[in-house]
């Protein structure tokens, strides 16, 4: 549990949130495209848009219809590979599941060395057990002079 947290502060303060790209998870085949041209509040804000209220804009990651506040921010698009205009709630998905990314990375690459130390240490352990068998199959004699050998 220990371990864990400490890993999980250690990511916290390696990652740089202003330099994530955010991820988009795969659209919904039924997501209605089409359902901004009926709205006519901002889904976030409650605006009015529209012809009795401000420029109408809409999410090209959820459809829905946003004021310019609501969707300050761009993001890669899945088909059309440009970036495209995206609502803050869709923004701070993109932005959590890019976090999430970072950290399983994050997770991976530590418990990569970890392992490869461990490795080490076992192939480490296994000359030295093999050293020490070879030791103890040699006369009295050799392993007195050898014992003294490695004193000096
Ligand atoms: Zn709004
Ligand atoms: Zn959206």
């Not at 599941?97 to 970890?114: F, W």
Request: aromatic share 8%.
């Amino acid at each position: 549990m220990n371990a864990d947290r400490s890993l999980e502060s250690e990511f916290k303060s390696s990652f740089d949130s202003t330099k994530a790209i955010i991820k988009i998870a795969p659209f919904d085949p039924d997501l209605d495209r089409a359902k901004y041209t009926s709205m006519k509040e901002c889904i976030i804000c409650n605006s009015a848009l529209g012809k009795a209220g401000i420029k109408k804009h809409y999410c090209k990651f959820c459809y829905n219809a946003v004021c310019n506040a609501c969707s300050p921010f761009t993001g890669p698009h899945p088909e059309s590979g440009k970036e495209e205009r995206i609502c803050n709630p869709c923004y701070i998905n993109g932005l959590k599941l890019a976090v999430m990314d970072s950290c399983i990375e994050y997770i991976k690459l530590k418990l990569k060395t970890e392992i490869e130390e461990k490795e080490k240490e076992i192939a480490k352990r296994k000359q030295l057990a093999l050293e020490l068998e070879e030791f103890q199959k040699l006369p009295r004699k050799k392993k007195l002079k050898r014992c003294l050998k490695g004193k000096n």
